[in-house]
């Protein structure tokens, strides 16, 4: 399996550019991160912007996958939860290069993710994901736990509706105890 290098992006023009490539070609092949296609580059840019922005203020951590020069693949930590949700985090835009999938990128790009959060005091982490064609085997295979699905949810990029799958994780030092009662 090939080695990416992960790194926390920053709000640079090239970041903005291959970001908003990746936001595009996702969302060009089907993915439902948000999005209808055809996508404007310049709402992608706009997009990654805001994002980037929120991550230099510590509301969130915008990742990516680097192999070498080239930008591979992403995924967002949202770390802005309400006060009475200081202990959790989401996953939000995990996306690949249509290139490279397969290869690692999105699970290497979760670990780090889980990492960061664990580090940053969270011990549970959401997110959600299409009910067609989404990630759901993926995040079930790095031990997810399915709580169900929201029928009809959101838009497909090229039209028609889908569900979306929630799903959970505990992390960090919650995950390594058995709590009487906690699944």
């Known amino acids: 399996m090939p080695s990416f290098t992960i790194t926390a992006l920053t709000h640079l023009p090239r970041v903005v550019t291959a970001l908003s490539e990746i936001l595009v070609e996702t969302v060009a092949h089907g ?81 780090e993710a889980e990492r960061l959060a664990v580090e940053r005091g969270r011990t549970l982490l959401t997110l959600d994901t299409a009910e067609d064609e989404g990630a759901a085997g993926l995040y079930e295979k790095l031990g997810y736990h399915r709580t169900g699905v929201i029928p009809d949810f959101a838009l497909k990029p090229h039209g028609g509706l889908t569900g979306t799958i929630i799903f959970w994780k505990r992390i960090g030092a919650v995950a390594e105890v058995k709590l009487p009662g906690l699944i």
């Open 31 to 111: 993915g439902s991160v948000s999005f209808m296609h055809p996508l404007p580059v310049e709402q992608a840019r706009a997009f990654w912007d805001s994002s980037l922005a929120a991550a230099a203020r510590g509301e969130r951590i915008v990742l990516g996958a680097w192999d070498g020069d080239v930008l591979v693949g992403t995924v967002t930590l949202l770390l802005d939860c309400p006060p009475n949700q200081p202990h959790r985090g989401e996953i939000a835009k995990m996306m690949t290069r249509m290139h490279y999938r397969g290869q690692g990128v999105a699970r290497t790009l979760m670990q």
